[in-house]
């Protein structure tokens, strides 16, 4: 069952998205000028451990995280630190994020792009694709298993990745269906909002090892980067500590130097 949580901020993204939506002559248009998607899972692959560093102005566990003036920057010194992935919220109502921080990040980097929303319709993974996306996130707890099958699918032939994020067992379980090549453990509990590391230690080495696994959520610092490594993650997701370090890159470094 959905948590209160999860149903309010899709809701919202339902209204945004009737809001702005585009015709489809409009989107058929932006698709066909849209770059080339990059291939995130290669650039994951690309090193023994990865990050996918945030662009992330607010949460609703913590409110507000940053200003982030210009995301484009942020993201710049992303990928120039070490990044296999940048991600960029475009949620409006409870991160604060939009598109327009996601054109402006993909008209600065090159490394792939996640768009970081609550994809739940088929035009908002095609609008994610024409928007330059490479990675799109489909949280298993928000979608039924016919919606989860067909958007992925969809995403697959856009030449999107698609990130897969589960919260617990019967979660994996109904991800395994779908024979997905990437799944997010993410820590935090939807209906409490809390996180909890032992998520990590006890979801990570159920998850099939020729999938790639990333962990998601509570990751301050390389202690808890090395944590999540030791029980089988490949890389990890991180946006608060990132955000709200006095300097981002180094912050990012320091996560990538569990591997030395």
Do not use: W
Request: with cysteine.
């Amino acid at each position: 069952m959905m948590s209160d949580v999860l149903s309010s901020i899709i809701e919202g993204v339902r209204e945004d998205e009737r809001n702005r939506r585009l015709s489809r002559a409009e989107l058929t248009e932006r698709l066909t000028a849209a770059p080339a998607p990059c291939d995130a899972l290669n650039s994951l692959r690309s090193r023994s451990f990865s990050v996918i560093a945030e662009v992330k102005r607010s949460s609703p566990s913590k409110g507000d995280l940053a200003r982030i003036a210009s995301p484009e920057s942020l993201a710049q010194r992303y990928a120039d630190n070490g990044a296999a992935v940048v991600s960029v919220l475009t949620e409006q109502r409870r991160f604060k994020g939009s598109l327009a921080d996601f054109q402006a990040v993909r008209e600065r980097v090159s490394i792939p792009i996640l768009r970081k929303d609550f994809m739940v319709s088929e035009y908002l993974i095609e609008e994610s694709r024409a928007y330059g996306a490479d990675l799109i996130l489909l949280i298993v707890a928000a979608l039924d298993d016919s919606q989860l099958r067909d958007f992925y699918q969809l995403a697959t032939s856009l030449g999107m990745r698609s990130l897969i994020e589960i919260h617990d067992e019967a979660e994996l379980e109904r991800a395994m269906r779908i024979e997905p090549e990437i799944i997010g453990v993410n820590s935090r509990n939807l209906k409490t909002l809390e996180v909890s590391a032992a998520t990590f230690q006890r979801l990570i080495p159920k998850i099939p090892g020729e999938i790639y696994r990333v962990a998601e959520s509570g990751i301050s610092g390389p202690s808890d980067a090395k944590f999540a490594r030791s029980f089988g993650a490949d890389a990890i997701l991180v946006g608060e500590s990132l955000v709200r370090a006095s300097d981002p890159g180094k912050a990012l470094e320091q996560l990538l130097s569990v591997t030395d």
